[in-house]
């Protein structure tokens, strides 16, 4: 099959998985982004990154699992600081009840006491009677694992033009990563608001992404490594992706020092927010309209899904081969 001159426009985490696959599958591939700076304007730029095909089951559909699983061997694969140290969700001794109703809604999991989870965060020592680990799941930082899929992907002779929105007039297909900016032309998708803050500290050591289960303000905390912290997220039916609201600090800090104390004396190092881009049913699309294809709705699962998207649609340029559920 002769290969394509390709333009991918948008270069979140959805747009750099698509350059990357497609310049490595022999393309001739131009990445168009309107940000002047990288991951300025992404949504992808907030995320916690985890890639978490099990306990987002808790309300996905089975879809996002097997992408999911998929994605991990890509990212495993692709990035050599993919981190694959599972996941750990708790719960306080009051919400036990969140803990037994996780536990039948996921799978991939196992339950474990006080003494093992001392072992996996010794941090946690003495704080969590029980829990679930949840081993075969990952996680990657979103900025460095961004910047290496960009530089990946010029090195396997990709052009990345940044401060552009306009595609060039002679391309083969044109593939639209523009995340809630299609929603122009995809009337249905919506923005999902989530807020996140970063934190560093060095009086707790976290080695994998913690779950803490509430009620009202479920939030996790992913290590970045160097004694940074993701505290996210909120998810507000809202396009706004300004400053995070004064409400949503206060529950996303003291949910974090009712995690561990320690987080009291952490530095907060950044506040920010993204509209995460979502259709109605929460899954991902791939829209053929000719020679334009979106790639879109990746919801919460932007980094869980990128590679595994990524890899449909370059099966679909070379053979035509579409994913009942992924294609329309
Ligand atoms: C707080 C928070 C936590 C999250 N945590 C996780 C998580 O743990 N795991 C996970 O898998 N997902 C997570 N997500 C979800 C994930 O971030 C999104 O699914 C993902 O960012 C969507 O990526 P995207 O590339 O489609 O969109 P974006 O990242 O928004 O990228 C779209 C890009 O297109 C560019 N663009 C727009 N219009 C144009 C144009 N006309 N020309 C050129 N460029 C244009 C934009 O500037 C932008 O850079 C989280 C999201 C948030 C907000």
Redesign the pocket.
């Known amino acids: 099959m002769p290969k394509k001159k390709i333009t991918i ?7 750099l998985w698509q350059a990357l696959t497609l310049v490595r599958a022999g393309h001739a591939v131009t990445l ?4 002047k700076k990288p ?1 300025e ?4 730029f ?7 095909p099990f306990a987002e089951e808790e309300g996905a559909e089975k879809l996002i699992r097997e992408l999911g699983l998929r994605s991990i061997e890509l990212w495993r694969d692709t990035y050599p600081d993919t981190q694959c140290e599972g996941s750990l969700i708790i719960a306080q001794p009051r919400d036990q009840k969140e803990l037994h109703r996780f536990e039948r809604m996921t799978m991939g999991h196992e339950r474990v006491n006080e003494s093992r989870i001392s072992e996996m965060e010794p941090d946690l020592k003495g704080r969590y009677s029980n829990g679930l680990f949840f081993a075969d799941e990952a996680h990657v930082h979103p900025h460095q694992s961004m910047d290496f899929l960009l530089n990946a992907a010029e090195e396997a002779g990709a052009v990345v033009h940044f401060g ?2 306009e595609a060039p007039g002679s391309t083969d297909l044109l593939i639209d ?5 299609a929603r122009e032309d995809l009337g249905e998708l919506r923005g999902v608001r ?3 803050l970063v934190v560093r500290t060095e009086e707790i050591n976290l080695s994998r992404p913690v779950r803490l289960l509430h009620p009202r303000f479920p939030l996790y905390v992913v290590p970045w490594g160097y004694g940074f912290y993701l505290i ?2 909120t998810q507000i039916e809202s396009d706004e992706a300004g400053p995070v609201t004064v409400r949503s600090a206060l529950d996303l800090l003291s949910t974090a020092y009712a995690l561990h104390p320690a987080f009291g004396e952490a530095e907060v190092v950044g506040f920010g ?2 509209a ?2 979502a259709f109605p049913d929460n899954l991902p699309r791939i829209i053929v309209k000719g020679d334009h294809i979106h790639v ?1 709705g ?9 590679p595994a998207l990524a890899e449909l649609t370059a099966r679909y340029i070379e053979t035509g081969e579409t994913h009942p559920e992924v294609f329309s």
């Open positions: 426009i948008g270069a979140g985490i959805c747009g168009i982004e309107r940000s991951f304007g992404a949504c992808s907030y995320a916690g990154a985890m890639l978490a552009r929105d990563c523009r995340g809630i900016a989530g807020e996140r996210g997220a927010a993204g995460r881009p879109n990746l919801f919460r699962h932007g980094f869980l899904l990128a």
